[in-house]
C-alpha cells in the first residue's frame, strides 16, 4: 500500500480522496501532504485545477500502438479458440 501513495506520479485514486478530503471533509493541504506522503505543492495544483475546472481528469497521451486494430482483433479471435496457447504458438499462427 505504501508503494501506491509514495511512488512518482499519483494514481487518480490518490487525487480523488485528496480533492474529497480538501472540499468534503476540511483536512488542510499541509494535512493531506502528511496522509499521503507528498508535498504540498501537487495538492495545491490538484486543488487549483478543481477549482479551476471542476472536473478531475488525468492528461490523455496519445499511444503509438504496436498493433493495428485488425491485428489485435486476431490475437484476441485466435485466444478465444486457444485459451492456453503459449506466446511462440501465437507467433507461429500470425505469420
Given at each position: 500500500?505504501?508503494?501506491?501513495?509514495?511512488?512518482?506520479?499519483?494514481?487518480?485514486?490518490?487525487?480523488?480522496?485528496?480533492?474529497?478530503?480538501?472540499?468534503?471533509?476540511?483536512?488542510?493541504?499541509m494535512?493531506?501532504?502528511?496522509?499521503?506522503?507528498?508535498?504540498?505543492?501537487?495538492?495545491?495544483?490538484?486543488?487549483?485545477?478543481?477549482?479551476?475546472?471542476?472536473?478531475?481528469?488525468?492528461?490523455?497521451?496519445?499511444?503509438?500502438?504496436?498493433?493495428?486494430?485488425?491485428?489485435?482483433?486476431?490475437?484476441?479471435?485466435?485466444?478465444?479458440?486457444?485459451?492456453l496457447?503459449?506466446?511462440?504458438?501465437?507467433?507461429?499462427?500470425?505469420?
Amino acid at each position: 500500500m505504501n508503494a501506491a501513495v509514495t511512488k512518482r506520479h499519483a494514481h487518480p485514486n490518490t487525487v480523488f480522496y485528496c480533492l474529497y478530503g480538501n472540499h468534503y471533509l476540511g483536512y488542510t493541504k499541509m494535512e493531506l501532504a502528511r496522509i499521503y506522503s507528498k508535498t504540498e505543492k501537487p495538492i495545491a495544483i490538484w486543488v487549483q485545477l478543481y477549482e479551476e475546472t471542476e472536473i478531475f481528469q488525468q492528461a490523455k497521451t496519445l499511444a503509438d500502438k504496436k498493433f493495428t486494430k485488425d491485428h489485435r482483433r486476431w490475437l484476441y479471435a485466435f485466444y478465444q479458440l486457444n485459451p492456453l496457447a503459449y506466446l511462440d504458438e501465437a507467433q507461429d499462427a500470425f505469420n
